[in-house]
Structure formats: structure tokens, C-alpha cells
């Protein structure tokens, strides 16, 4: 008889267990604040009292083991049903505080998600960040452009010059003295931003990400931390584009199936177009596509032409032999019509660069780039004009 009495002992046990693990009442955390749920999250995770259920050595151990290991469950999903919320409410008005409660709430969260949660939260968490350093001061505004230029220094600002700009900037400007996951970025023309640490913003997701996503983003995280345009022109040398082009068809030919192929490919797509034909105030040729304007970069194209097969290579190939091509050698295989797509003449100027668009069969990629912005942040974002 005496065996049979622990099989009772642990059903008691059980039921208590289950009796004890029914979930708060709504009322207990209907007014808690961010700090307030993070607080409780990390108290959660760290409790001494909670035992591992393997290392329950009686009815009473596994019993308070089985308690403790429900309210931790109870807690966490509690917290990560209002993570939501909390990332929506983050804004332009917001503190640092308020991110960091958010930072603590994805720690609890991030571990037990789904794949499509993951992905949602880093999304969401990009573009609150984005609103966070949201400032209402105007890049026309001198006050603010002293002010963040001598930051960009690292040179004292007085007193009376932190009063002329406004609240927001001075707090964020705060943020920067004090050491804070914040920084800023001057883009040309008297324009800066503030700016998030990329890197920082990685790591919180990447443990949870699939091999190819987390190369993704922390590519992306790498790339993006500093400005790809500056007062209009490419910021990059002509070095790095091709080694950011040929990433990104590289990353496309290993992972064919990630979510994030598309991303890739309107990467590659802009950086291989930049790379045959340049910008507004960046152009590597000449104007009738003969010769470099610098002769080291001529041998990078070179080089890329003994890449293995890919459309990169065939592109450099291609470039190279129209460059050697007559005159009436491209008229012959390239025909320049009266007019252009749009009805306009062609300029006498723009024919070379009209050929060696038909040569390569490459369209200029801004209605995709203009959709989805993948310039910025560790994701691409869509940005579609209505």
C-alpha cells in the first residue's frame, strides 16, 4: 500500500499546481508603465525560486517547480501580448526610456517567437526608432545646423545656442553627450540627422533570425550606418560599389528561396546600374563612354570580368567592348531613334549613354528604388507614392 500513495500525492500535487498558475486578473496590470512590465520581465526571467523541473527530486519540489515555471509563462506572455502596443506608442515625443523598456520586453519575447513575429517586431521596432529620432527642427534653420555641426565635431555648445533650436533636438542632442544609442549624420547641403547605432539594432534580432536573414541584416546594418547619398552625389567610390554588387548577386545565387531575395535584388539592381552608369554628379567615364576618368578604376572593371559567370561579369565584358566600338560600329548595333521613351529628343550629349543602355539591357531602377527603401535601417522599407 505504501506504493501507491506518492501516484496520489503527485495527482494532489498536479492539481494544485494548475489550481495556483490561473492568470492575474486583468485589472492587477490594466495601468502598468513600460518600466513597470520590463521591471517585472526581468524578475521573471531571474527568480531564485524558480527550480528546473529535471532537478525535482519530490512531489513538493516538482510541485513548486511546476507553479513557478506557470507564473514565469503567465508573466512573459502578459508582457510580450502588450509588446505591440508599446513599440506603437514610441514616437517623436517619446523618451529614451521608453526604448529601452521595449528593448527588455523583446529580451523576454524574442526567444520563444515564431519566425513571422520576429521579422514583424524587427520591422516595427526599425520604424520606432525611426520616429524616435524624429526632430522638428528645420534644415533651413542655421541655429540648428551650428548647433549640430559643432556636435558633429565634438565642440562645446553654449547655452544660448541649445535655446534657438528645439526641445526635441536639445533632448536628442542630450542623448549624444550622455552616450546614448544615438548619433548624427550630416548628408551634404547643410543637412544632418539623427541616427541610430545599426549594429546595436542587429544584434537584438539576429539570434533569432534564419542563416540568411541574419547575413541580411547585419549586411545591412554594416552598410547603412553611414549615408549612401551626400548632397546628391554617391558617397562610395567606385571600389565599393562593385564590392556591394557583387555581395548582393553572390547572396542571391547561395539563398534563392530567402524572404529576403527581393531586398537583395533591388540592392543589386542599384548598384549595378550606379556602377555602368553613375549619377547625376558622380560619372566614372567620359561622356561618349571611351575612357575612365581614373585609370585604377578601369582595372577593377577588368578584374571583374574574370569573376565566374554571373550577370556582373557578363555586364563588365559587355561595358569593355562597347568602349572599344566605333562610332558607326554602335550606330550599326545600337540604333539611337529620333526620340527617347518619353517623347523628348535625344540629347547629341546623352547617345553614348543611351547605346550602352540597349548594350546591357539595363533600365535605370528608381521606380523600384523609390518603392522600397533599403538604404536605410536593417531592413528594406516600403515606400510606395500613392
Known sequence: MAKNK???????SLLFALTACQPPSPTDRSDASDEDIAATS???????????????????ELT?????????????????????????????????????????QLKVCLPAADEDSVLQWLQDYQAMYARFLQSDSSIDDADFFTVMNNV????????????????????????IRSNADVSIRYLGANDFEFHHDLAAMADIFTPYLA?????????????????????NAVALSFEALIERAVFWEDFMQRHP?????????????????????????????????????????????????????????????????????????????????????NGQPINTEEKAHYQLMQALALFAPWDTVRDKNCLNGIICRDEKVE
Not at 565642440?155 to 533650436?165: D, E, F, G, N, Y
Not at 542563416?211 to 548632397?231: H, I, L
Open 6 to 12: 506518492i501516484p496520489l500525492i503527485i495527482g494532489a
Open 42 to 60: 526581468a524578475q521573471t526571467t531571474t527568480s531564485p525560486d524558480a527550480q528546473p523541473l529535471a532537478k525535482a527530486k519530490t512531489p513538493k
Open 64 to 104: 513548486t517547480a511546476l507553479v513557478n515555471l506557470s507564473e514565469d509563462k503567465l508573466r512573459d506572455q502578459l508582457i510580450c501580448s502588450k509588446l505591440d502596443d508599446h513599440i506603437n506608442a514610441v514616437d517623436h515625443t517619446s523618451k529614451i526610456e521608453s526604448v529601452r523598456a521595449v528593448q527588455r
Open 152 to 175: 558633429k565635431q565634438g565642440k562645446s555648445i553654449a547655452v544660448a545656442q541649445l535655446r534657438k533650436i528645439s526641445p526635441r533636438a536639445r533632448y536628442l542632442i542630450g542623448l
Open 211 to 231: 542563416d540568411d536573414q541574419s547575413e541580411f541584416v547585419q549586411r545591412m546594418a554594416q552598410d547603412n550606418q553611414s549615408a549612401f547619398w551626400f548632397d
Open 257 to 341: 528561396d530567402s524572404r529576403f531575395y527581393d531586398h537583395a535584388e533591388t540592392l543589386f539592381d542599384l548598384y549595378r546600374y550606379l556602377l555602368f552608369f553613375g549619377a547625376n554628379n558622380v560619372q566614372w567615364t567620359d561622356k561618349d563612354v571611351r575612357k575612365f576618368y581614373i585609370p585604377a578604376n578601369e582595372r577593377l572593371m577588368m578584374q571583374l570580368t574574370e569573376h565566374t559567370d554571373s550577370r556582373l561579369t557578363q555586364n563588365a565584358q559587355t561595358l569593355l567592348a562597347f568602349m572599344q566600338l566605333s562610332d558607326n560600329e554602335r550606330q550599326q548595333r545600337y540604333p539611337i531613334p529620333d526620340e527617347d521613351n
